[in-house]
């Protein structure tokens, strides 16, 4: 590989990620240009994830970097990486995803026609049993002042394409400038890191090409296991949201529209979370827990003013709408069956609402 006048840096954070970490880095050898650099940091491994980025960096002849770390969580390690890049241009790539072999140069073209501060680009859903679910936009959009940007801030956020650090390229100098970096959080980084993003970006590309592969884990990931305090997270999340939509002065009924849908898809996601294998509460503290969902002051009104697309998402939000506790908690049962038992329709269903 050449690194010659490399624009971009990919910024790779692996931790255990051996099954998936050699397709990961033959992406990045099978770009179609050799003009970028790879910094791979490993996030305290104990598999053979560290034993295959060493050999990769040795067939990269130069061109990337292995930064060994402690295991610190993928903020830390983001952080980190982003200190060491000196190129204008960042991309995040997980070790467990991949990019198509076009991804950079494509990135490359718009760094030289637009100079942006942050280009968007869409991503594959990927489940285990090779199902895929495109998520990009149709259109490609050049916003190259705020006023733009803030025109279409939420499209832009209701497009789904906002809340990942990985399917963007980022300016250094603007994340450098407004000290922007991962907040060391168990829930959410990757979205309030976006969040800041936005709060400062004046050049924005959106577009249309689909180029980022994020493997979408059904089991076993710590954004899939039970979590006690999901719904409390959920809901200051919806909070906090609401409160950054107001100080970029976009909460009109649009906004207001996509953030109560939102929070009622996520609340879906608690009920589901409630009825996890995991969960070793009696089914009485369960179903108390469902009510407490139902009954919270946010509920209510954010399904009154949520306009759903899917014909599954109508039916769950059915019964949460009517105050029917135990109808919901049945349906998180049926959920929570097909993430365990039929993983390859619930990542359709996942990937499609």
């Not at 050049?203 to 980022?212: G, I, T």
């Not at 009154?304 to 349906?331: C, E, N, Q």
Request: one cysteine or more.
């Amino acid at each position: 590989m050449e690194e010659k006048n490399a624009q971009i840096t990919v910024v790779v954070v692996v931790h255990n990620a051996e099954v998936y970490v050699e397709r990961c880095l033959n992406s990045l050898m099978n770009q179609d240009t050799r003009q970028f650099r790879v910094l791979l940091v490993d996030d305290g491994s104990q598999d053979r994830s560290l034993g295959i980025c060493r050999a990769a960096v040795e067939r990269m002849e130069g061109a990337a970097r292995l930064i060994e770390l402690p295991h610190g969580g993928v903020a830390t390690a983001r952080n980190y990486g982003l200190e060491q890049v000196e190129t204008p241009y960042v991309l995040f790539l997980d070790g467990d995803d991949w990019l198509d072999a076009n991804t950079v140069s494509n990135m490359m073209e718009i760094v030289e026609r637009s100079q942006p501060e942050v280009a968007v680009f869409g991503f594959y859903y990927e489940s285990a049993n090779g199902g895929q679910h495109l998520r990009y936009s149709h259109v490609r959009l050049e916003l190259l002042t705020r006023e733009s940007i803030r025109e279409q801030f939420v499209r832009l956020w209701n497009s789904g394409l906002m809340y990942s650090c990985c399917n963007k390229l980022f300016s250094v100098k603007m994340l450098r400038e407004h000290q922007i970096t991962f907040q060391n959080l168990s829930f959410g980084e990757d979205l309030e890191f976006c969040k800041d993003v936005m709060r400062v970006c004046t050049r924005l590309v959106l577009s249309d090409q689909c180029l980022y592969h994020y493997t979408c884990h059904i089991r076993g990931s710590l954004s899939t296991r039970y979590r006690e305090d999901l719904f409390e997270l959920r809901r200051d999340e919806y909070c906090r949201f609401e409160a950054y939509f107001q100080k970029m002065g976009c909460l009109d009924g649009r906004a207001e529209e996509y953030l109560s849908r939102r929070y009622i898809e996520r609340l879906v996601g608690c009920v589901e979370n409630e009825c996890s294998p995991e969960n070793r509460k009696p089914l009485g503290r369960r179903l108390e827990k469902i009510r407490q969902m139902i009954r919270d002051p946010y509920t209510a009104p954010c399904a009154d003013r949520a306009r759903l697309t899917s014909l599954r998402m109508k039916l769950l939000v059915f019964p949460i709408r009517h105050g029917w506790y135990r109808l919901t908690l049945l349906s998180g049962y049926v959920m929570s069956f097909c993430r365990n038992y039929l993983p390859g329709l619930f990542a359709y269903l996942k990937m499609s609402r």
